[in-house]
Nanobody
Framework: QVQLVESGGGLVQAGGSLRLSCAVS????????MGWFRQAPGKEREFVAG????????LYADSVKGRFTISRDNAKNTVYLHLNSLKPEDTAVYYC?????????????????WGQGTQVTVSS
């Protein structure tokens, strides 16, 4: 059974940085498109970033483009999200997700497997 476990969340001041990690076990990691989503209190879940099998193709939400970077290490079965220049509006629970298809997508329903999430809180 494939499992995703996120880590790296925490409390940070505006302008600061964090690195989120998502460790994948129980499956062929290199065959999954990986994505990060987030959900703030009272808001719907939204797409943050996605990355292809090889890491060559990446996709970002406009709200994080230029500030966040998604990457993956297939040898370590881990996908990362580097969060820079954080803003209070980035505060949310961040979820890692895996998609067995071959196309990077923003659509949450395309992703088959989800982690439990990690909290990111940005203070002003």
């Amino acid at each position: 059974q494939v499992q995703l476990v996120e880590s790296g969340g925490g409390l940070v001041q505006a302008g600061g940085s964090l690195r989120l990690s998502c460790a994948v076990s129980g499956g062929t990691f290199s065959r999954y498109v990986m994505g990060w989503f987030r959900q703030a209190p009272g808001k719907e879940r939204e797409f943050v970033a996605g990355i292809s099998w090889t890491g060559i193709v990446t996709l970002y939400a406009d709200s994080v483009k230029g500030r966040f970077t998604i990457s993956r290490d297939n040898a370590k079965n881990t996908v990362y999200l580097h969060l820079n220049s954080l803003k209070p509006e980035d505060t949310a629970v961040y979820y890692c997700a895996a998609d067995r298809s071959s196309r990077v997508t923003r659509e949450g329903y395309e992703y088959d497997i989800w982690g439990q999430g990690t909290q990111v809180t940005v203070s002003s």
